[in-house]
């Protein structure tokens, strides 16, 4: 395998670390991943991707190239998904809001400004830690 093909690590806090595959000449990964554990498994192709935890459970959650964000468990089942979110997201721990969160984009196009927002996960769905959307700079 050429060096230019090995997998990239996403790291999301110290939750977890997750092994994909960049597809070459795209700007997103081609669904290969694999868990620290050594678990591997092909997923839909993804732009990016964070951990959180909730009631210590591990979940993944994966911004899918169709605008959807797919939750995923531990062992990368689906349990559950999210519509509301831009493609780039991160994993963060706080001290306040229950712990982990997740930091989303909004949905968007070139024309709108880039704005954000913190997720807390809650029963395997996500409920908004801020009350709307922040654009940096603002």
């Known amino acids: 395998m050429p060096a230019g093909d090995e997998p990239w690590v996403l790291e999301s806090g110290s939750h977890a670390s997750l ?35 909730e009631q ?32 780039d997201i991160a994993g963060t721990e706080a001290s306040c809001g229950g712990g ?12 709108e400004p880039d704005a954000i927002q913190a997720f807390a996960i809650v029963n395997r769905a996500v409920r908004p830690s801020l009350r709307r959307w922040s654009s940096p700079g603002r």
């Open 56 to 87: 210590n459970r591990s979940l993944w959650l994966v911004a899918m190239l169709d605008g959807r964000t797919q939750i995923f468990d531990a062992g990368l089942d689906p349990v559950g998904a999210v519509t509301s979110w831009g493609s």
């Open 19 to 53: 092994l994909a595959n960049f597809a070459a000449a795209r700007n997103h990964f081609d669904g290969r991943v694999a868990t620290e554990a050594g678990l591997r498994r092909t997923v839909a192709p993804f732009y990016s991707a964070a951990s959180a935890a």
């Open 100 to 111: 982990s969160q997740v930091l989303a984009t909004r949905p968007g196009d070139a024309g």
